[in-house]
């Protein structure tokens, strides 16, 4: 099943304060990436790089190497298409307008399901699952 992650999940992933969501986060993400099942945005990728170098603290050159691993799973880049398809559905009242970003990112990705803590579990935007990985964490 092909996998859209939210930056929130791969902050955790590298997050040792957070040792059971980081299991959790690495676990899922590295069988994804593996399987060749894991997607992710640019603006997931831009996001990390700040909340792990600013949140984290890790070394900006250590956060560049780990978003250059991220970047080998598929990246959807956030079209002028994609991003007046966030308004719209932002627009609708869905979600924040970050959040429809993501929701259009991974639908335009083919995702099935998208893993992240930031929104509703088991809302079903167009068929894509919302699942919080870290419920049971």
Do not use: C, W
Not at 35 to 56: C, D, H, I, P
Not at 117 to 128: A, N, S, V
């Amino acid at each position: 099943m092909r996998a859209f992650f939210d930056t929130n999940v791969l902050v955790y992933r590298v997050d040792s304060r957070e040792p059971d969501k980081r299991e959790v986060a690495k676990r899922l993400f590295d069988q994804a990436l593996a399987a060749g099942l894991a997607v992710l945005s640019t603006q997931t990728l831009q996001e990390f790089y700040n909340a792990a170098t600013r949140k984290l603290g890790i070394p900006l050159a250590i956060a560049r190497i780990l978003a250059g691993e991220y970047s080998h799973a598929p990246v959807v880049t956030l079209s002028p298409t994609l991003i007046l398809a966030a308004m719209d559905r932002h627009a609708a009242g869905q979600f924040s307008f970050r959040d429809a970003l993501i929701v259009e990112a991974a639908l335009a990705g083919g995702a099935e399901v998208l893993y992240t803590e930031d929104m509703q579990d088991g809302q079903t935007p167009d068929g894509l699952t919302i699942r919080n990985p870290f419920l049971n964490a």
